[in-house]
């Protein structure tokens, strides 16, 4: 468990640097269980941030939403750094977007949280579709503590954990200016099952199901806008001088926007689940980025987000990558 | 004899056709396409050629929009390693198109729709094979209907 | 208005009946998203449903509409739109949603009279199924509407324990409801009396609550103040707010063409985009997620009621359930009346 009141403190700290502009982190929502983004530009704005299992959203986007107006003439640009609060696999974000150089690492101020798992709001939504006043998650021993209205339910971890958190690799944040609490060791391991067994399908099963799923999508781009490492200054898709990607909404376009929106992110999705939690019509976008995730393992030995310094995926190569495939 | 309409001729002639659209770089493969064609090897006529600069130019949006516009197929062509006019042109394309083969076979499309080839200049003969092979190929996993562009206008 | 009652197990007949005749419309389950699709037999109905996950505005003001047909180049011609007449049915509307259509009204007729959305209009036929259990982020009520008023509807029913309470409101109501006589009986006095009950424990129900009073005038004075940041701070211009919600009408048209030919199609457009404003000499006038956002929110309470007299929000709460980062609308316009001059 976290000490809500030793990220406060670093974060009061930090907001109190001249070389910061704001630090952003979570505070409670406007009903239910909702947790939302928040922003500190002043140290007392810090105290109501708070961490609990419900802060699952990716806040490495913000860095990247940043707008830089044109300036005038004798304006200085706002160079002052943004605080960010993560979770381990946000810490990866941030560094592939380090290793991508989206940002320099002087341009954000890391305040890294260990995490030992997130609920997924769904889930949670199922099991809990009241709306009461006090609501509350805490992390046990191995299991959750919900609190509603006073009242408190115990429930397993496995029943509302987040599928991403059941194979987390990475709970500690790899990259930190401040870490907040005691580093915590990685026990699972990640093991595509999910994929696999979809793998396994025939062509035309799996086509059937991706069908049924891209039909569905009404390419509003929230999976785009969601994703902090979608952040290219025109989308593909926006582009209208070649238009790659039609606007009309029909299974056609629906699915090459679907998988290349898969694509640009191969060998970058550190998968954060981000896109599918905000993907309004459900659609397991997550299955897509797993798969590719788990095939550059086995192809190039390559995992997204966990150095730096490393090139990007696929603007390197090795003589001898797989080639079995070429005629 | 009787003159036959167009819609009849298309009865007559019911076998697929396969509608494959080739990138071929401008410094090996496209030349391999060029010295089959004055050695006089003969081809299937299904290849349709779009010159690229390098097999590295070919984005991964120009085989799913070539899918969407009707090709039943793609044949991407380069220079053997280490034999690219941009030096790693090829090396790069290479690992794109197996990323992209493993997406497309997930998606339930075959990831045989979607081939890559190494075709130096001077080898018209294997250029010649491979358009065949990939053609047969794609004759018998027939007309690409997945996500093709309805156009119902 | 006329009154009758449905028992519950004719309701398949009562719907068959529809289907002969017109083009049906009703929430359909796939994969636990309720959706408005098309029937062809009543059986594969949902209607244990808060309310469908894209709202009815897409059957009538569609999401990828085709304006008309062309063949380009100098021989080139144009084929008028082929309006389709088929008369439809929606069923197990809300009556939120119903209102949304009258709102949507206003957009679409009046100085310009948009061919397609009316022609839709004009052939389709509402039967609404009223809200017996609203969801946690409904705020019909602070509208003063009900989730089980027939106002906006032609024909409403309410689930009133074994039976349907059916409202007929109006000619087109009339018109359906003539060939679905001989399935319903005249209400009596008690069934509108349960009704009533019903419909006030619905309202108990909901429990979000947004402050409108004197919202309109109060939005002309607080346009920068910067209150409209720190809403927008967490926003990531996603759209999900405005595509799912049911009075949002902005679209953008493309031509779609190969060389022999074409067509111009209307599709779906936000206002949370930044290409939405974008000009050819690519200056923005929105260029941030503050103007973006604040225009979502003027343009529902500033813009629409100082136009046409109505507040352009029907409070389904689909934008609030959906929005990835709890952009709460109720919220939102809560404190902007309570933001200090």
Redesign the interface.
Known sequence: MVDEKKLQDAVKKTVSRDDVKYVVGYEKGTYGFQVTPSFAYDPKDADKFIFSPLCVYNLAVFPMLEEKPPLRKDQEPDTRKIGVVVKGCDARAIVQILQEKGLNREDVVIIGIPCTGVVDPKKLQAQFPENGKNMDIKTGKDNFIITIDEKTHTIAQDKLLDEKCKHCEYPTPILYDILIGDEIKATKKEDYKE?ED??KKS?????????KQFERCIRCYACRNACPLCYCKEC?VDQLSPQ?V?RSV????N??WN??R??HL??RCIGCGQCERSCPMDIPLMQ?NK??EK??KE??DYIAGIDPEEKP???M?K?D???E??? | MKYKKWSEADKIIEKFEPNIIGFLCNWCSYAGADLAGTSRIQYPPNLKVIRVMCSGRVN??FV??AL?QGADGVLIGGCH??DCHYE?GN??A??????????????????NRV????VSAAEGNKFAE?VK??TEDIRELGPMQ???????? | MEKYTLPKADLPKFIKEMIGKNRVYAPVENDNVTLFKEINTPSNINLDFINSKIPPKSLLFQQTE?LF?FIPGTKGKIDPPDLDDKKTVIFGIRPCDAKSFAILDHAFTGDFNDPYFINHRKNTTLVGMSCTKPGINCFCTSFNDSPAQSKYLDILLTDIGDKYYVEVTNEKGKQLAKDLKKHMQPAKESDTEKKKEIEKKAIKQITRNQKTEGITEKLDKIFENPFWKEVANKCVSCGTCTYLCPTCHCFDIQD?S?LT???RVRVWDTCMNPEYTLHASKFNPRPARTNRVRNRIYHKYNYYPKNFDIIACVGCGRCIDLCPVNIDIIDVVTKAGEVKL
Not at chain 1, 250 to 253: A, F, K, P, Q, T
Not at chain 2, 115 to 118: E, L, P, Q
Request: aromatic share 14%.
């Open positions: 994929i979809l793998e062509m035309k099963e799996k086509w059937e199901y991706w069908e593909m790659w039609r029909n299974l056609s376009e699915t090459a998988l290349l898969a694509f191969a060998g897509l798969k590719i095939e550059i192809l190039f995926l696929l603007a190569f003589p990558d797989p080639e495939f070429i005629l | 991964p949006i799913i929009n969407q390693p280490g790693r090396y790069l290479r690992r794109r198109m197996a990323v992209l083969k493993k997406l497309l076979e997930y998606a339930g499309i075959d990831p081939r890559m080839t190494w491979v092979q990939v997945h996500f093709k562009r309805d156009n119902t206008w | 085709t047909k779609e190969t030919k074409g067509a």
